[in-house]
């Protein structure tokens, strides 16, 4: 087109635009309470974090806002990782609470290239919850501690007052070892990085989504909750110069690909026709109005590998089970940094911002 | 799935590009009116890939855009209330009003709702005997019918604690009031496929004839997009001015004649203020006489509330194509997805909004191809 675009304003988190107008130095001044986008993993997440918490109790470490902490200790070097798992409805197509705890806490350990070791877990029940969905909910946490090879060494248990919880509320933290030589931080990425997904994107939040209240739309799509220690294990065997994992859960790719390029300061460049969108979520979110760029993922990871070693890293995941279907999705750029873009399959361009708060569907 | 792959295909796409490229001979301005045309225009970059003569204009065809200020704060001074349910579609819950949003509302206790269909909030009502449950029905000839069934079944059914909060809209009257504007550089029209599915396409020729400009009836996929702008741009090639079909597996002729008996039924035009432009003569429906009884203005007194609109705000000139998003002052500066001062950056079908996401980039300096492209390479 013809028209002069819009100068390209910084992304939100270092606009000094948005500093613009802090009448006070309080924080989160658009919000004197909590709103749900709060805890949806885009910007507002990120801003309670970084507003509020890191002034009263951030570290280095903290300041590093990894899915897990990378830590010595006595001359070893441990991830040190904590989630909360607050799902509705609590059994989903594909998984349950459970699995999710156990998987999401591994998952974030192995991001740091750690292999998940120890986990903590905290149940907070509700008064009048049956115990079978307790006791299924242990016996999946079981099942997935075993197969992700993790132990399960501490816990807690609290119930509130019926009409305070939503049934079942789980915290895992976990801790496993860092190998030496792998370093894996979003600072280590550089131009010419290529991009790889490890399979279907989408799954996990269309599975949820599938039966949740009030949509109940039938779908064949079950969740991709898995453990993926051992893809990332295999991945460390080819090369331990991986540059930066991430596992896109809330926010999905969109998300996971912005707060690499923020924190690394490259652009990233995305080939839409590349990213595999099964059409069961490609229909769910046509028909819904979400973007499955943005939808969550339980299952699947995000790497930044240097361009010499992404044939046989993509090899290696292709030969195990949790990476049969990883794909190259594009690359670091020195164009746009900070940026997250993609390449429509048209052949125009748009870029692909960190979510807000939480997607909402649209009208029409 | 069918009628969506088929309707992304990008060897398609190209040959209606330079169909299009080889057509056009001189500038022309054309006007999607539909948000959801809008929406798909920019992210797929459609834009970008027309003839520099082509220029899109953005309609105001965002029903969460042109909801008035002041119907957002009934729905907010509504959903406030105890013994409240608000139920609404989701969209409409980050758009500010003043000074606060349904999402604010809810933190603060109100009992805020996402629903899919208002018949979802039919439901909650008869599961919550003992509440009033209020649906959020705005949107165009696409969300009335099912908002007007709504509202039949609560009365055929009995369900006295059910009301709506009507602020519906109509295309036609909007598009009559852009071409009398004597600032308009309309020149052509998408009309939006899923409003006439509903409505049929009776309501166009008169306006194609009075104010000579083709109006073309079309889809949401790119490939609707692309067969609409090349349609209309032939037709203002040839210098002419009728009503076609490009989404026929969708629209008929005479439209859907259940749903017109149902809104027929259960509406009444009337003047409606649309946001950012201000009141459009027979623009909006309104309950009838027969279902005032569940219109939740009249059953919650807040019809007298009124409210100004923040003066810095220009979208009311994007939504009548005077300007671009990027052409107003607070734009991406005090005017972003995080702190919107109009609802044309609030929801993603918004033209402001859809810049701000997607167009940020300085397309001057659009991603180059990398070095060693990775088509070349033997990675992938």
């Known amino acids: ?364 | 799935m069918k009628y969506i792959d088929e309707f992304q295909d990008p060897a398609l796409a190209r040959r209606l590009l330079d169909e299009i490229h080889s057509t056009v001979t001189r500038p022309w301005a054309l006007m999607e009116v539909c948000g959801g045309q809008t929406h798909t225009i920019i992210r797929h970059g459609i834009d970008q890939l027309l003839p520099d003569q082509v220029e899109l204009i953005h309609g105001p065809g965002c029903p969460v855009c042109v909801t008035p200020l002041e119907v957002i704060d009934k729905a907010l001074e509504i959903a406030s209330r105890p013994g409240v349910i608000f139920c609404s579609f989701g969209d409409m819950l980050r758009v500010p009003g003043t000074g606060r949003d349904l999402f604010r509302v809810r933190s603060e206790g109100g009992d805020v709702r996402v629903v899919y269909s208002p018949l979802d909030a039919l439901t909650i009502a008869r599961q919550n005997p003992d509440r009033e449950v209020v649906f959020f029905g705005i949107g165009f000839e696409t969300t009335a019918p099912p908002n007007a069934m709504t509202v039949h079944q609560a009365k055929r059914l009995g369900i006295p604690n059910f009301s709506l909060l009507v602020s519906h809209v109509r295309v036609p009257p909007a598009i009559e009031a852009i071409m009398q504007s004597p600032s308009c550089r309309v020149q052509g029209f998408l009309a939006a496929g899923h409003v006439c599915s509903v409505m049929g396409m009776a309501e166009y020729p008169e306006l194609a004839a009075r104010y000579q400009v083709p109006i073309v009836v079309t889809g949401f996929e790119p490939l609707d997009i692309l067969e609409g702008v090349r349609r209309t741009v032939l037709q203002l090639e040839r210098g002419e001015h009728t009503v076609e079909n490009a989404y026929e597996r969708a629209v008929r002729p005479e439209g859907n004649p259940a749903a017109l008996a149902m809104l027929e039924d259960v509406f009444e035009v009337t003047d409606r203020a649309w946001r950012g432009i201000g009141v459009i003569p027979d623009s909006g429906w309104r309950l009838s006489e027969r279902y005032r009884e569940f219109d939740a203005e009249h059953r919650f007194s807040v019809t007298g509330i009124t409210t100004r609109e923040p003066a810095e705000c220009r979208s009311g000139e994007v939504l009548q194509g005077l300007i671009k998003p990027h052409e107003c002052e607070a734009f991406g500066t005090l005017c972003t997805p995080r702190n919107p001062l109009g609802a044309t950056m609030v929801s993603s079908e918004g033209a402001c909004a859809a810049y701000y996401l997607y167009r940020r980039l300085d397309l001057q300096a659009a991603p180059a191809a990398p070095t060693t492209p990775l088509e070349a390479s033997p990675v992938g």
């Open chain 1, 1 to 364: 087109m013809a028209e002069t675009a819009p100068a390209r304003t910084a992304p939100a988190e270092t606009a000094p635009l948005d500093i613009n107008g802090w009448t006070c130095p309080a924080p989160l001044r658009d919000h004197p309470r909590v709103v749900m986008g709060h805890g949806g993993g885009g910007a507002l997440s990120a801003e309670l974090v970084q507003h509020l918490f890191l002034p009263e109790f951030g570290g280095p470490a903290l300041a590093q806002l990894g899915d897990s902490a990378a830590l010595s200790l006595g001359g070893v070097r441990l991830a040190f990782s904590t989630d909360s798992y607050v799902v509705r409805p609590l059994f989903f197509p594909g998984g349950c609470i459970g699995d999710l705890a156990v998987n999401g806490t591994v998952n974030d350990l192995a991001m740091s290239g750690a292999e998940p070791a120890y986990l903590s877990c905290g149940f907070i029940l509700e008064e009048g919850v049956e115990m079978s969905v307790v006791s299924r909910v242990a016996r999946a946490m079981g099942d997935a501690a075993r197969a992700a090879g993790v132990e399960v060494v501490t816990g807690d248990t609290k119930v509130v007052e019926s009409g305070h919880g939503d049934g079942v509320y789980i915290n895992t933290a976990g801790i496993g070892i860092i190998p030496a030589g792998v370093d894996l931080r979003a600072q280590r990425v550089v131009p010419g990085d290529v991009v790889i997904v490890s399979g279907e994107i989408g799954l996990h939040g269309v599975a949820i989504m599938s039966v949740r209240e009030g949509l109940e739309f039938g779908v064949d799509v079950e969740s991709d909750c898995a453990p993926l220690g051992g893809l990332v294990r295999s991945m460390l065997a080819v090369t331990p110069d991986l540059h930066v994992l991430r596992d896109p859960t809330r926010g999905g790719l969109a998300a996971a690909l912005n707060e690499i390029a923020t924190a690394s300061g490259t652009g990233v460049l995305v080939h839409e026709a590349r990213v595999p969108v099964p059409p069961a979520v490609a229909n769910a979110c046509s028909i819904l109005g979400l973007d499955p760029f943005y939808v969550a993922n339980e299952g699947k990871l995000v790497a930044f590998v240097p361009r010499e070693h992404a044939e046989a890293v993509l090899d290696a995941m292709r030969a195990h089970p949790l990476g049969r279907g990883a794909t190259v999705i594009g690359e670091a750029v020195e164009a746009h940094p900070g940026m997250v873009v993609a390449r429509t399959r048209l052949g125009g361009t748009r870029v692909v911002d960190l979510p807000l708060g939480e997607q909402l569907p649209r009208i029409c």
